[in-house]
């Protein structure tokens, strides 16, 4: 039997083997969550969550860096949802190629690798080709698939299950141009989570010794 | 074959021993979408909270206003559904949530073939339906919902759609439907029909759609 892919979710501290059949099915992404930041230092199993991945200068900035407010018990030690904190992430498909946008909240411009997926930090950025925005700009789902710059490769970020029971993702994010380097963030903050606003920003990396994955965690809660 | 290794890292930093094969692909769906009801080919419309949200019933509609989901001239909060899963040791459900007042859609109690929009006051923390545990909400049944015979399919506008029954329980069990159905489709009035239960529901299926992102 051809095993394609492997995974495992982990609920209640046991980690739950995949079989086959279901290694077939494409992993979507979907919904609206805020994104930590799990970091293995080389050699290491166990992450650290360096803060949550934000648009900081109060959501003025083009590239996304790493904080925790450190005020309350919501997720980036906030006390109150702040759109700085969630991102939009959804599945977009077409011949028969499958990737993710992942687009802020705060003012709903796509994470893209610019210079046509040269850049060495990723930046937010909406298309002027169209006016729908959920396209990142373009006109359609293949426009921007065969532009590439906004397209993400999820294919690694898994769901598991919390203690609670909620389901959340978390794995490494990669660009979906080649190199497909992945999302990481730099320089490393100097404490964790990261307190130090607009510090420590996002960059594209090959290092596959010291990991940087993505945690999102979805709005879940409605009193 | 199975894997016996993890591929994602926990949070302790342990992968414990191999467990509880799945042999079926389990739909694990997430986010705010937009719900059309579908039987025989033909579309009736979102499934929708009316009076903006605030109703104790869940009925189908189109506003034939726009070619948005829903006919609606842009995202309506009563049309908009948020749903996540819960996951314990031997079941994952899912919540299905309306984005106007937070209400979880529920089976009636006793049994009951009609549903309701509900919180449990059993917890001030809303995640599980106001029950008290992930467990709790499995044990009761009545908001947990069984997204296992949803496809993964396209809409023509190259977005991800989950597409199927909706089942409480385990398939089999109650299947959501509506009735009667409604004269057109879409349905364009309110209070036409109601959502039910019953054995195949007379084959409903639905469309989980995204809403386009502004």
Redesign the interface.
Known sequence: ?K?LS?????????????????A???N?????FSIET?Y?VSG????TNQGCMIIGNSGQSDVPSLYDWGMGNYTCGLDAVNWQEMW?V?????NNT?VH?I?SRVN?KCLIRGQSGAAASPSLYLWPTSS????CGFS???DLISNGQAAWDLS?V????DS????YY??PARHAMSPNPYLAFSPLPSSAPSRVADNSWGVFTTDTLNKW?LHLK?????? | MKWTTCVLPLLSGICLASVVPTTAAQALIQGTYAISAVKNGANYGCMIVPDSGHANGMTIYNWSASDWLCGADAPLEQAQWFVYAVQTAAARVHIIKNLATGRCLVRDAGGANTLSMYLWPDNTDKTYCGQASAQALVNDGRAAWNFNSLQYTLNNAGFVRFTGPLYLGQPGYPRLGFTPTPPTAPNRVVGTTSPTFSSDAGAWTFRFDTWPQD
Do not use: H
């Open positions: 039997m095993v492997r995974f495992c979710y982990v609920f209640a501290g046991a980690c739950a083997l995949a079989s086959s059949a279901q077939q099915v494409p979507l992404v979907q919904g609206t799990p293995y290491s199993t166990t992450p939009e959804y599945a977009l498909s077409a499958l946008v687009k709903g729908y925005t959920e396209y359609n789902a293949k690694a898994l769901p598991y299950a609670g029971g909620i389901v978390q794995g994955e979805s709005m879940t809660n409605w009193d």
